[in-house]
């Protein structure tokens, strides 16, 4: 009888010590790594959003290891937890972070809204955006390359569009979509643009068009959740630094977060975010984390 109690308690304890290990931030739990001892400016976009005890976060929804909506409705990957981060070091908990669908044509315009407070969403830094936004980052470099079915051996590389007319497809407003324009011998028969990635895998995959094109991450991310189906064909042809894209000229903010990422890389919280989305997709690397371009 008592032992049979003993073990009862044992059990409940062991139950009690499950229960506190998924709450945590590895599961997108409620808590995070939470900073409740800042003070910011008064007047900031920082102190505003921890007033407000929210920070909305614009990133994709359909991108397997940065950015992918689950059945619980919630976004999964890189780019969410970088966001997690930014706003633990508001005071904000991973539940304070209000995430919405920002595909890639409508980025800059939900900043400029104010729809969203940050995009954090596979965004390449490049001069065009700045004019319209600001970027903190970089906090990782993608390269654009090129995704086919298992079965295609005439497409190896950019090069390939010049000499075929195989079809490719993009999204719009994305910078793979222009980049891959120069390639093409035919642009306005081999391009096909879509709102969103997924919308280009499914063209993949009904034989609609003969290869997809963007940043490696992403497509190495479509190759393991589709197994067997996809492969890259050939290597990256451009560099794609990720920033996190806020208000134009907001500079307190800026430099807040591009402060939070160099904290992030240095007490490991980067390395972790990355190890526990992106890092599990079989041939995604990790390099160091870019330095960051304080512009
Ligand atoms: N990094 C590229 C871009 O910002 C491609 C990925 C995307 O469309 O999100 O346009």
């Known amino acids: ?84 981060i930014i706003a633990n070091e508001l005071g904000l908990t991973n539940d304070q972070v209000e995430f919405s669908e920002s595909p890639s044509a409508v980025r800059e315009q939900v900043i400029e809204q104010g729809t969203v407070d940050i995009v954090v969403a596979t965004y390449t830094i490049n001069d065009t955006r700045k004019q319209r936004i600001s970027f903190a980052g970089p906090y990782y470099e993608a390269g654009q390359t090129i995704m086919v079915r298992n079965n295609e051996s005439d497409i190896t590389g950019p090069d390939s569009f010049k000499t075929t007319n195989k079809k490719v497809c993009s999204v719009t407003n994305s910078t793979p979509a222009n980049n891959i324009k120069k390639y093409l011998s035919n642009e306005g028969q081999q391009l096909v643009l879509f709102d969103t990635y997924q919308k280009c895998v499914d063209a993949l995959t009904g034989n609609q068009v003969d290869a997809v094109t963007t940043d490696n991450v992403i497509l190495l991310g479509f190759i393991s959740k589709n197994e067997g189906k996809f492969k890259l064909a050939g290597d990256t042809f451009t560099k794609e630094p990720y920033g996190v894209g806020l208000k134009k000229d907001d500079t307190d903010f800026r430099n807040f977060i591009n402060d939070t990422l160099e904290k992030a890389n240095q007490d490991g919280r980067y390395k972790k975010a990355w190890d526990s989305t992106a890092g599990k997709i079989p041939n995604a690397k990790l390099p160091a984390m870019p330095t960051i371009n304080r512009y």
């Open 1 to 84: 009888m008592r032992i049979n109690r003993l073990v009862a308690y044992a059990a409940v304890a062991v139950l009690a010590l499950g229960v506190s290990a998924c709450g945590g931030d590895d599961d997108g739990g409620d808590g995070g790594d939470v900073s409740t001892d800042k003070t910011f400016a008064a007047g900031s976009t920082m102190q505003k959003l921890k007033d407000a005890k929210k920070i909305k976060v614009g990133t994709k929804f359909d991108q397997p290891g940065f950015g992918l909506k689950g059945l619980d409705g919630k976004p999964a990957g890189f780019d969410v937890e970088i966001a997690k």
